[in-house]
């Protein structure tokens, strides 16, 4: 677990250990999973994500690839239509 400082300083140092988020994009909140058991611990009331919690590797590439998804035109194929004989 992460360690307290100061007493009633109310501050966090560092990060909880043995705990991981992961976004759930069908009902935009995150999830706090306990990694040895794979069970779910909390959902966040908000969209924001737990403080001092760290994420999921997997949440940050498929956020990425959606985004490139996005960004990415579709445009129609350009080029000669061939004769029906």
Known sequence: ???IGKKGDGKRLGAVKGRKQV????TDRFIKVDPATGLFM???AD????????KSKKVKK???AGKKAVKKKVGK?????KAKR
């Not at 969209?47 to 760290?54: E, Q, S, T």
């Not at 194929?77 to 239509?81: A, C, H, L, R, S």
């Open 1 to 3: 677990m992460a360690t």
């Open 23 to 26: 976004y759930n994009a069908s």
């Open 42 to 44: 909390d959902v966040k």
């Open 47 to 54: 969209a924001k994500p737990f403080a001092g919690v760290r």
């Open 62 to 64: 498929k956020a990425a």
């Open 77 to 81: 194929k350009k080029g000669k239509k």
